[in-house]
């Protein structure tokens, strides 16, 4: 079980995995940060595709191919925008990290890299997001056998030190490696 979590710092569109989770926007039509990286690495084909998805609420997911990306599928899932804690973030976030797996789940994802949902410029706290993202994953992966491994993938150094503790604190094997 506890090797089924890892860190790595970096750049989640150069991973080769069955799934990278993108921390979208309810348009789905891409956006700045993670979304536009990648959108930008995709190519315009994942654009044209999310155009027929009708957008995607607040802590849902959607799949889509990855087109010219290693990985085969992009799921895009919404995260919150902070606004202190009054509109049920925490809760939503949470619904992002697990229907995302269960997405994954269904397309048979083997090995899924997540982003850090919502702590660009949504502004969600990093250490309160991190706890969520552990205890989510953490959660499913004990009841699910697919996806077998999840990576977290860090791209800020606060971040990447947050999860360094977290998933020692939480005795998981942090196994950081080039993206
Ligand atoms: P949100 O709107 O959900 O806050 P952002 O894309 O602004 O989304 O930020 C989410 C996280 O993605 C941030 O922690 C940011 O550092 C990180 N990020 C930005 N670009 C990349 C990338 N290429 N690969 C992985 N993570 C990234």
Known sequence: MTNRIELIQGDITKLQVDAIVNAANTSL??????????????????????????????????????FKLAAKFIIHTVGPVWREGTQDEEQLLANCYKNSLQLAAENDCKIVAFPNISTGVYHFPKDLAAKIAV??????????????????????????DIYKGLIKGNRHQAIERDA
């Open 29 to 66: 039509l891409g956006g700045g940060g993670v979304d536009g990286a990648i959108h930008r690495a995709a190519g315009p084909e994942l654009l044209a595709v999310c155009q027929l998805l009708g957008g995607c609420e607040t802590g849902e997911a959607k799949v889509t191919k990855a």
């Open 135 to 160: 205890r989510e994953i953490t959660l499913f992966l004990e009841k699910n056998k697919v996806p077998e491994v999840v990576i977290f993938v860090c791209f800020d150094q606060d971040n990447f």
